[in-house]
């Protein structure tokens, strides 16, 4: 008799492999780009943040019947890599201390570390092929037609805790433009990091 173990369908994307030198490093690009993407591009925007998310792993449980890949978090790390390269074009990497390069080819100089560790190049590259569907379909083709395609459902933003407030806030302070009015920018300092 078969079980349905619907847990499975959460559960394979915390299990990063074995202990060893890939599972650091993915650990590391996990806290490291997930860090960065929500304190930068998803900044006031924690609903928007989680919706990547939702979306990246429903994508990669669409694709994985295809493949023999059991466990997706280290795919869907890579996706946040590579959303979080493409946001950053200008920004200039160093690996290992051995060359230098510019952010978006920092999914592929680690697919080939990766590679070089001896893991399955398709586990990074169904990361890429998430990473990439979800930058178009919120970066680039709103900007080329004019449409927003993707649209974070009103069910998540109430979920968690979504404040149109704190994300006009953070759009001004981007843009370095004062608030529309002093009540909605929080009360707190400048938030320099340490």
Known sequence: ????????????FFFFGSFGLDFLFHMFFLYRYAKLL????????????????LLGAAMLLGVSPLTS???????LTFMMVYVWARRNERQMMNFLGLFNFRAPYLPWVLLL?????????LIDLLGIL???IYFYLADVWPQMSGVHVLRTPRVLCWLVGFNDDVLAAAVADQRHDPPVNNQQRPGWGQGRNL
């Not at 008799?1 to 394979?12: A, D, E, G, M, S």
């Open 1 to 12: 008799t078969h079980r349905v173990q619907l847990w499975r369908v959460f559960t394979n």
């Open 38 to 53: 929500e304190i930068n591009s998803f900044r006031g925007r924690t609903a928007d943040f989680l919706f990547m998310l």
């Open 69 to 75: 890949i059991i466990f997706l978090g280290p795919s």
């Open 113 to 121: 570390f990766s590679v070089i560790l001896g893991s399955s190049p």
């Open 130 to 132: 998430a990473g990439h």
